[in-house]
């Protein structure tokens, strides 16, 4: 159900915000009875997924920004202030997919930057060049890295244990 209700969330942001657009329309041409009605659907589309997923914060005992947007929405309704209730609910599914996108594109730099570390290490040992596995290499060893080459070196320094 939970995933469901994330796809929903994209569905009803955009909804209302088309929905936001249309009463400001009917409010720019005089038809003033439109408005409400149009406001009240575009928050109930919000307030879905909102409220959707402050309950389940709720029975996790956790207070979640959900539940604080949630009663955001429901006093704005109370008050018949439809614009503020629907703008919120939007304005926060709106944030909401920002995050998400921001944290999938950071995720995909992070495994594209661990792509590029290198398997091997050369090490000076007794003179020579010996080629090693990252993970074999050990403290106060002498890491060769050749012009042009890659390194994970800070990598290393945090994974080594001393003995």
């Known amino acids: 159900m939970a ?8 569905v009803a942001m955009i909804s209302s915000g088309l929905l936001i657009g249309l009463a400001l329309i009917f409010n720019l041409i005089g038809k003033d009875y439109f408005i409400d009605p ?21 029975r996790m005992k956790y207070m979640s920004i959900d539940l604080l947007v949630s009663i955001a929405i429901i006093g704005a309704i109370f ?9 919120v609910g939007f304005l ?5 997919y920002l995050e998400a996108r921001t944290l999938a594109r950071t ?8 792509a590029l570390a290198p398997e091997e290490a050369t090490l000076l040992k007794d ?23 890659r390194s994970r070196l800070m990598g290393i320094l945090f994974q080594v244990k001393p003995n």
């Open 107 to 114: 995720r995909q730099s992070i495994q594209s930057l661990m």
């Open 38 to 58: 149009i406001l009240i659907v575009a928050t109930v589309l919000t307030g879905i997924p909102v409220v959707y997923f402050a309950l389940q914060a709720l």
């Open 79 to 87: 008050i018949g202030e439809y614009v503020e209730s629907s703008v």
């Open 127 to 149: 003179g020579q060049e010996v080629v090693v596995s990252v993970s074999d290499v050990a403290l106060n060893d002498i890491v060769i890295v050749k012009a042009g080459g």
């Open 92 to 96: 926060f599914l709106f944030g909401s």
């Open 3 to 10: 995933q469901k209700m994330t796809k929903f969330k994209s």
